[in-house]
T-cell receptor
Framework: GENVEQHPSTLSVQEGDSAVIKCTYSDSASNYFPWYKQELGKRPQLIIDIRSNVGEKKDQRIAVTLNKTAKHFSLHITETQPEDSAVYFCAAKVVIDFNKFYFGSGTKLNVKP | KAGVTQTPRYLIKTRGQQVTLSCSPISGHRSVSWYQQTPGQGLQFLFEYFSETQRNKGNFPGRFSGRQFSNSRSEMNVSTLELGDSALYLC????????????FGPGTRLLVL
């Protein structure tokens, strides 16, 4: 089955700096890659996603890039703010494989004011 | 629309007991997935139900089971609880018209003593 690895496990940045979180996947049939943000004590929420026919997607300060050949995708947050502090999870799935998602182990992002 | 709800929110059990958790999806959503979240392990897929049928199953022992009712509400059961079953159990529902998008519930935190 699919294996998703996520790095780093913790990331500390200064407010205003950029943050990058990287994930690799093993199954070349995976073609949908969402990113979730989970604030302390709250439920995961989808923040951005990308399908395999797209190399990059941007939404304000958040962007995701995908390299299908290398089987890795990354989350980029620019101009970080303290409210970006949370745990971020990447995930992968094969679109036709119903709703079987494989998640990374999470990155705890701390944005220092 | 009301979001995904889960009951109970917190639960304390002892080893060997069994537990049943409940999940009510967003109205109109027919797919319900269950995940186990533990520190350092991220979210691990348990199973997914659609129209009362299990469509997908993760790599968990048979002690973990689930079902879905005709109103799409779902329950998961864990029998013969072990200390390692202590975790946050999340369910997520998806709309039929956009099955790749998951909406998570607040989770049930289970502590096994």
């Amino acid at each position: 089955g699919e294996n998703v690895e996520q790095h780093p496990s913790t990331l500390s940045v200064q407010e205003g700096d950029s943050a990058v979180i990287k994930c690799t996947y093993s199954d070349s049939a995976s073609n949908y890659f969402p990113w979730y943000k989970q604030e302390l004590g709250k439920r995961p929420q989808l923040i951005i996603d990308i399908r395999s026919n797209v190399g990059e997607k941007k939404d304000q300060r958040i962007a995701v890039t995908l390299n299908k050949t290398a089987k890795h995708f990354s989350l980029h947050i620019t101009e970080t703010q303290p409210e970006d502090s949370a745990v971020y999870f990447c995930a992968a799935k094969v679109v036709i494989d119903f709703n079987k998602f494989y998640f990374g182990s999470g990155t705890k992002l701390n944005v220092k004011p | 629309k009301a979001g995904v709800t889960q009951t109970p929110r917190y639960l304390i059990k002892t080893r060997g007991q069994q537990v049943t958790l409940s999940c009510s999806p967003i109205s109109g959503h027919r797919s319900v997935s269950w995940y186990q979240q533990t520190p350092g392990q991220g979210l691990q897929f348990l199973f997914e139900y659609f129209s009362e049928t299990q469509r997908n199953k993760g790599n968990f022992p048979g002690r973990f089971s689930g079902r879905q009712f005709s109103n799409s509400r779902s329950e998961m059961n864990v029998s013969t609880l072990e200390l390692g079953d202590s975790a946050l159990y999340l369910c997520a529902s998806s709309p039929s018209q956009d099955p790749k998008t998951q909406y998570f519930g607040p989770g049930t935190r289970l502590l096994v003593l």
